[in-house]
């Protein structure tokens, strides 16, 4: 008998076009033949299955089911990709742990851990992973522009701590652009986190692993046509992403290392990926790390998945059977 997949998508973050993109880019290369696949949209308190653009049922949080025509539908397993709050920061997977629902991404801890960079980047760093100079204010804080200045230099990247997709990303090359830029990225959560900017080669490196194998994906070079990768480079098109890499042999092997023992030290589950920044001297430092990756048809897993040679629906089936057995 088919089990039921519901691929989760929406959320309360300025990700959410993202995340609607992410579903039917992830409903395109699950297996119809094995799995019926529903879209599941949670907008706030508005959860509902979209059986077709005419017709959407509510869901019954009880038990993440719904009711159609006096028959019910239960979900036999859940795939978030809701990029940001609930779904990217432990929230759902809690949701999902009480329902007993298995998902098929990090755990409670891994994703709120994950979710908030900073944090996340100084419990890394205590692993020996390099990483940027940061400080992180919260609401109601505040910094003083020569604070900044000295303890972080510039330019800096002030951004808000939590979130992605480059929303409320600024690249700050001086004192007077530091306030504004605090308050843009105030504007998309309570955290800010300001970072020093690393100089060199932006790459990106997708993972996942089941209970018989590991599988790491080829390295994927990021160049912007912009000033950073900012949401016009990720979603117009303005950046060249290469895969694999123009690095050599044994850099790809060291940034596969270090990602495979990152998602290890995290206890990571499902498809991540791991943003660093190689500076001079083949230094590998962290961006962050991403446990509900994007996944349109153009986004760097799928990129990669190709470029490893594999089929993008066996890896989908990988990770469902994975959780269901």
């Known amino acids: 008998m088919k089990k039921n997949i519901a691929i989760v998508a929406g959320g309360d973050s300025s990700e959410l076009e993202v995340s609607l993109k992410s579903a039917s880019g992830l409903n395109s290369f699950m297996d119809k033949e094995r799995y019926n696949i529903f879209i599941v949209t949670i907008v706030g308190k508005i959860w509902q299955v979209e059986l077709s653009d005419n017709e959407k049922i509510a869901i019954d949080k009880n038990d993440f089911s719904f009711t159609r025509h006096g028959v019910k539908t239960a979900f036999d397993f859940a795939y978030i990709t809701i990029h940001g709050t ?21 755990g409670v801890l ?13 419990y890394l760093k205590g692993f020996g992973v390099k990483v940027a100079e940061s400080l992180v204010i919260r609401s109601g ?57 690393l100089a060199g080669t932006e790459i990106t490196c997708g993972i996942y692993k089941t209970k018989t194998k590991a599988q790491v994906f080829p390295v994927t070079e990021v160049v912007s046509e912009n000033e950073f990768f ?35 030290i995290l206890g990571c589950k499902g498809i991540v990926r791991i943003d660093y920044i190689i500076s001079e001297g083949d230094i590998i430092n962290l961006l962050e ?28 089936t990988d990770i469902i059977e994975n959780e269901l057995n």
């Open 141 to 197: 804080q505040s910094v003083s522009d020569e604070e900044v200045a000295e303890k972080i230099g510039f330019p800096c990247f002030i951004k808000p701590n939590v979130g992605g997709s480059s929303f409320g990303v600024t690249k700050v090359k001086s004192i007077e652009q530091v306030q504004p830029a605090i308050k843009k990225a105030f504007a998309e959560g309570a955290e800010v986190m300001i970072e020093a900017f």
């Open 230 to 264: 900012d949401f016009d480079a990720k979603y117009k098109g303005q950046v060249q992403e290469i895969t694999p890499a123009r690095i050599d042999a044994s850099l790809t092997d060291r940034v596969q290392k270090l990602s495979s023992a990152i998602y290890d």
């Open 289 to 316: 790390v991403n446990t509900t990756p994007g996944m349109t048809t153009t986004s760097f897993i799928p990129q990669q998945v190709a470029a490893a040679g594999l089929d993008i629906k066996d890896v989908m």
């Open 110 to 122: 891994a994703a709120a851990l994950t979710f908030n960079k900073f944090t996340c980047n100084t």
């Open 86 to 106: 609930p779904g990217e920061n432990g929230i759902l997977q809690g949701y999902f742990e009480l329902t007993g629902i298995p998902y098929s991404c990090c």
